[in-house]
């Protein structure tokens, strides 16, 4: 496991036990000192005693926070809404224990949840979500899909028989022309979206809109170069007049 930066909070007691603990934990240990938490660090765990809750800015920035959240406490009946709760008296080998689960658990959520346009696929559950629908997705389709989110391009029919299907580029393309099409259909019954799946001659894509505002940065930047290049004429041909 990778070192991962961890911040203590709490009163003094709570954070000097841990901070005695550190060449046994598998976490690098920060204590809040100068404000370090307004910093640019980027922290992998907040690790809290609860009473740290009862400072405001404290509560403000666990609450905003992306990292894993450990609270630690002597009575979790009124919370529960952190991503675990260490009951103290605790052991050196449970902190650990805590740690290394909510961090695999974490890479998995990661790993198992991509962003695409405005859904969310969802790789275990096989689903593809938006505003509180989903719909069922195959393996294939799924593999599609991440294909489609990966290369920011126009795919061919042959080239994606080879990335998804692996048949050679000489195989008939009929199977993918097949499943695009049914999960065309089934995207746009159950999301009233016939545009999620775009193609052109080059082949099929997601991203129309980032192949058009290309087009639109280029045109733009020649159109400045344009104007750059006339106003140069015309200072120059100013120039030339006042030196009769």
């Given at each position: 496991?990778?070192?991962?930066?961890?911040?203590?909070?709490?009163?003094?007691?709570?954070?000097?036990?841990?901070?005695?603990?550190?060449?046994?934990?598998?976490?690098?240990?920060?204590?809040?000192?100068?404000?370090?938490?307004?910093?640019?660090?980027?922290?992998?765990?907040?690790?809290?005693?609860?009473?740290?809750?009862?400072?405001?800015?404290?509560?403000?920035?666990?609450?905003?926070?992306?990292?894993?959240?450990?609270?630690?406490?002597?009575?979790?009946?009124?919370?529960?809404?952190?991503?675990?709760?260490?009951?103290?008296?605790?052991?050196?080998?449970?902190?650990?224990?805590?740690?290394?689960?909510?961090?695999?658990?974490?890479?998995?959520?990661k790993n198992s949840s991509i962003k695409i346009k405005s859904y969310f696929l969802d790789k275990n559950e096989k689903k593809l979500v938006r505003n509180q629908k989903f719909l069922i997705l195959t393996e294939k389709e799924i593999q599609l899909l991440e294909l489609f989110q990966e290369i920011n391009k126009p795919i061919s029919k042959k080239e994606i028989l080879s990335l998804v299907w692996h048949y050679s580029s000489d195989a008939d393309t009929h199977t993918v022309e097949t499943h695009i099409y049914r999960l065309r259909k089934k995207i746009n019954e159950k999301f009233l979206d016939d545009n999620f799946i775009l193609n052109n001659k080059d082949g099929y894509y997601l991203w129309k809109k980032e192949i058009k505002s290309r087009k639109i940065f280029f045109q733009q930047n020649i159109e400045k170069e344009w104007l750059s290049q006339k106003k140069e004429k015309e200072v120059s041909k100013e120039k030339k007049l006042n030196l009769f």
């Open positions: 496991m990778h070192q991962l930066k961890a911040l203590i909070l709490g009163p003094d007691s709570f954070v000097s036990t841990i901070i005695e603990l550190k060449p046994f934990l598998k976490i690098n240990l920060y204590k809040d000192y100068l404000g370090i938490k307004n910093t640019n660090i980027e922290f992998d765990i907040l690790f809290f005693h609860n009473d740290s809750l009862k400072v405001k800015s404290n509560k403000n920035f666990i609450d905003n926070s992306n990292a894993i959240k450990i609270l630690a406490c002597n009575n979790s009946d009124k919370v529960n809404n952190y991503d675990f709760i260490l009951s103290l008296p605790t052991t050196l080998k449970e902190i650990n224990s805590v740690v290394e689960n909510l961090l695999a658990k974490r890479i998995f959520n």
